[in-house]
């Protein structure tokens, strides 16, 4: 599975980016992590194909949406409010995650390229 991601760039707080990551198939989990400099990669959302069960981090419920085009092969993920703490590389990623490691970033098998959100103060 190839995934490309698009979006990100530089916002103002408060303000609004979307990110999109397309696949080259189909994969039962696709979502979102992202990563600071010297730190590992933080579970952001994810969406589960089966059921469209919709996965969160406390420190994005409530401000980003995830959303999945099935027949597309894509996630979108929907970023409002944004912090100056939401800056960091994102990375789409995908994969057959059983539920109880949605969270866990060794569990998906493919990665796409990283997008960069940066949010000014």
């Known amino acids: 599975v190839q995934l490309q991601a698009s979006g990100g760039g530089l916002v103002q707080a408060g303000g609004s980016l979307r990110l999109s990551c397309a696949a080259s198939?189909?994969?039962?989990?696709m979502g979102w992590f992202r990563q600071t400099p010297g730190k590992g990669r933080e579970f952001v959302a994810a969406?589960?194909?089966?059921?469209?069960?919709?996965y969160y981090s406390d420190s994005v419920k409530g401000r980003f949406t995830i959303s999945r085009d099935n027949a597309k092969d894509t996630v979108t993920l929907q970023m409002d409010s944004l912090r100056p703490e939401d800056t960091a590389t994102y990375y789409c990623?995908?994969?057959?995650?059983?539920?109880?490691?949605?969270?866990?970033?060794?569990?998906?098998?493919?990665w796409g390229q990283g997008t960069l959100v940066t949010v000014s103060s």
């Open positions: 990623a995908a994969g057959q995650v059983i539920a109880g490691q949605i969270r866990t970033p060794t569990a998906y098998g493919y």
């Open positions: 198939s189909t994969s039962r989990v």
């Open positions: 969406h589960r194909r089966d059921g469209g069960y919709k």
